[in-house]
């Protein structure tokens, strides 16, 4: 077993409730990739493609847009961040000028 996967380092989790802990597609969470959620389901839907890489295509349309939706979300977090420097930078400025 891969030292990094051991039970103490996962505290009460053993490595196969680890696995489970992920946090599953939600439509509300990802609607920008609801049609890519549903065409992956609807392929796992039907077990032997899932086992036969029958799947893979759709696995990997979902990764890219959800990978899309991530960077967008990224870089909107960081114009915001550093627009909100700006303003504390500013705010510090008037301080030490009074």
Known sequence: MHPQLTEKKLGSHSP???CIL???LTNEFHAVCLEFIQALDACHADGWSR???????AKQDLNMCLRKE???RTTKNR?????KRERIEYAWKELRED
């Not at 086992?51 to 295509?57: A, D, F, R, Y």
């Not at 114009?79 to 627009?83: F, H, I, R, V």
């Open 70 to 72: 991530r960077v967008d």
């Open 79 to 83: 114009e915001q961040a550093k627009a």
């Open 22 to 24: 992920h946090v599953r």
């Open 16 to 18: 196969v409730q680890a």
């Open 51 to 57: 086992w036969t890489g029958g799947c893979n295509q």
